[in-house]
C-alpha cells in the first residue's frame, strides 16, 4: 500500500507545484494520473521515488516512510519502485537481457555490478521475464534493434526485475503508435493483476487511461481535482482538469477504443 499525506513541494523558493496531496493505492490499484501541462504529474512520482525531496508531507510504501529517508537508505528502499519510461532508458549497446538484468543492480553488492556478474537465479528469472512480455527470442540481440514497442517492453521486463511492490510508469505510450500503446497498457494492466501489483501511470492519452486504469486521478496546478473511477470522468470534469474543450471527442475516442478487437 502506497500512502501520500499532505504532500507539498516548491522547487527553491518558486511557488508551491504540489500543495497537499494526499491519496492512497492499495495493493493492485492501477491509477492514472491525468492533468494539463505543468500541473505537477512529474514532480509527484519523483517525490514517490525519492528523485527530487518533498518539501512537506509524508510518503510510505508498506510501512516504510520514503519521504525521511537517508541517501543510503533511499536507494535500498527504491529498487522496491519499478520505474518505466517514456523513452524507455535503455541502454542500447547493451543486449535485452542485460538491460533487464540491470533492474536487479540494486540488489547485488559493488563487485558484482562492476563486473556485471549476476547470479544465477536472476538471470533464470529475467528469461521468464523477457517471456511474459513477449521478448524470450530477442534476448540476446541489442536494444538498438528493437522497435518502439518492444523497447518498452524490454523496460516493463526490467522493471519486473527488481521484483518490486509498486510500478511508477511515465508517459509509457508517448512514444509509440496507437496499437502499441494499447498493447503496453494492457500488458501493464495485466502484470499488475496477476503480481497484485500497483501502478501510478502518468498518462496523456485520456482515453487510453479511461480503457485500462482502475482509477484517476486529475491534477490541476499542483492540486488533486478529481480522484474516482474512470467511468465518473465526465466532461465537466475534464474542463475542470484542462480548461474549455470539445470532450465529445474524448468520449468517442473512448467508444472506439472499447469496440476495437482485443490484441494481446
Ligand atoms: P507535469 O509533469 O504535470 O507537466 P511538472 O511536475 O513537470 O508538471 O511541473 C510542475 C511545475 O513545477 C511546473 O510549473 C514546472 O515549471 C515546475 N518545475 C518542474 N521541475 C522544476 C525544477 N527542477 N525547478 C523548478 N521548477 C520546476
Partial sequence: MLTIQHLKKRYKTGPWVLKDISF??????????????????????????????????QITLDDVQLSHLSASKIREQRRHIGMIFQEYALVERLSVMENVLSGRLGYLPFWRTFLRKYPEQDINNAFEYLDRVGLIDHANKRADELSGGQRQRVGIARALAQDPHLLLVDEPTASLD???????MRLIRSICREKSLSAIINIHDVPLAMQFVDRIIGLQGGAIV???????????????????????????????LEDSEEIT
Fill in 24 to 57: 492512497e493505492v492499495p495493493d493492485g490499484e492501477i491509477v492514472g494520473l491525468i492533468g494539463p501541462s505543468g500541473a505537477g504529474k512529474s514532480t509527484l512520482i519523483r517525490c514517490v521515488n525519492r528523485l527530487i525531496d518533498p518539501s512537506e508531507g
Fill in 178 to 184: 496507437p496499437k502499441n500503446s494499447r498493447q503496453i
Fill in 226 to 256: 478529481f480522484d474516482d473511477k474512470p467511468e465518473n470522468l465526465t466532461e465537466d470534469v475534464l474542463t475542470r482538469i484542462y480548461g474549455d474543450e470539445d470532450w465529445t471527442t474524448v468520449k468517442q475516442d473512448e467508444e472506439e
